[in-house]
């Protein structure tokens, strides 16, 4: 009888620990869901490992993405992006893809340290040449080339959360009303527009306590900036020094996740010249819900989304 409840306590205990062990937040259930490498075009092949984030697929050459040169900055950058919309090819170019067991964990794109430094922008960065989920989180690093000259930059979404970061994320189309914000996010206030609401951009909203940059060792919503536009939240940005991508500086961890969003349809990476000529320039990182196409055409506030 004793051996008997002995091993009735086994059984519950080894039952305990099994439902334990399937609510931590590191299970990768959610892996078998992300699309598979296969699903790409037959064009992506093998690259190897960059920057210790695991192995990658690219296809064409060359592997950095092209820039969109350094005759504009800033705002004015958005209407000359307007006028030349990319294809689906220009989109694609440069993409690369994390993958872990056959399935596509991140998706990236390899930038040269040289072009962040000369000041060249960057728009049209798709993250959904295939139907990727939410991503939650970014990660820029530092791959040290040959010589200084071939130094790049990996900058890359991560479906998957950290164990200890698990959020429940939206669907595509799915926009979050502005009022999710938590109550230490306020507007950027300008004059220069109409109820501060930026032409081919949106409405900036962020929590004035923190930097306005994202510094490498900035930690959680640390200078963190949201989009808004109709009421809805259209695009994650985050604020990153000139001086720092010289410096060779990297980002372990940037968060995307504290409120839920959608999967990122595009990106622009937009340098804006220094307000004083003795200080750094910044990179403006604009990761929005929408096609790119429908914001770009925005002069002023659209009535709805």
């Not at 872990?100 to 000041?119: F, K, M, P």
């Not at 990727?132 to 979404?157: C, M, R, V």
């Amino acid at each position: 009888m004793k051996d008997r409840r002995l091993w009735v306590v086994f059984i519950l205990l080894g039952a305990w620990v099994g439902i334990v062990a399937g609510q931590q937040p590191g299970d990768r259930s959610a892996l078998r869901s992300l699309p598979r490498i296969t699903d790409l075009p037959s064009s992506y092949h093998p690259i190897g490992k960059l920057a210790d984030r695991g192995e990658f697929y690219a296809t064409g050459t060359p592997l950095h993405r092209i820039d969109d040169g350094d005759a504009h900055h800033g705002l004015p950058a958005t209407a000359a992006w307007a006028t030349k919309p990319k294809d689906k090819k220009a989109q694609t170019q440069g993409a690369i893809y994390g993958v872990e067991d056959g399935r596509i964990t991140s998706a990236g794109y390899v930038i040269r340290q040289a072009d962040l430094v000369a000041g060249k922008s960057f728009h049209g960065l798709t993250l959904r040449e295939l139907e990727f989920p939410s991503a939650h989180y970014l990660t820029i690093d530092l791959i040290k080339g040959a010589t200084e000259g071939s130094n790049q930059y990996l900058w890359l979404w991560h479906f998957l959360p950290q164990p200890d970061r698990v959020r429940p994320m939206l669907r595509a189309g799915e926009l979050q009303s502005v009022t999710s914000l938590p109550r230490t996010f306020a507007v950027l206030r300008n004059d220069a527009y109409a109820n501060d609401f930026y032409p081919r951009m949106g409405r900036h909203h962020r929590d004035f306590s923190t930097p306005a940059n994202r510094l490498p060792g900035g930690k959680g919503d640390d200078s963190l900036w949201y989009g808004e536009a109709a009421g809805k939240l259209i695009f994650i940005e985050y604020i990153f020094s000139q001086q720092e991508f010289a410096a060779g500086a990297s980002w372990s961890y940037v968060p995307l996740n504290s409120v839920p969003i959608p999967p990122i349809d595009n990106v622009h990476i937009l340098h804006y010249n220094p307000a004083r000529p003795e200080a750094p320039g910044t990179f403006t990182t604009h990761m929005y819900f929408i096609p790119e196409a429908t914001y770009l055409a925005w002069e002023k506030e659209p009535p709805g989304l």
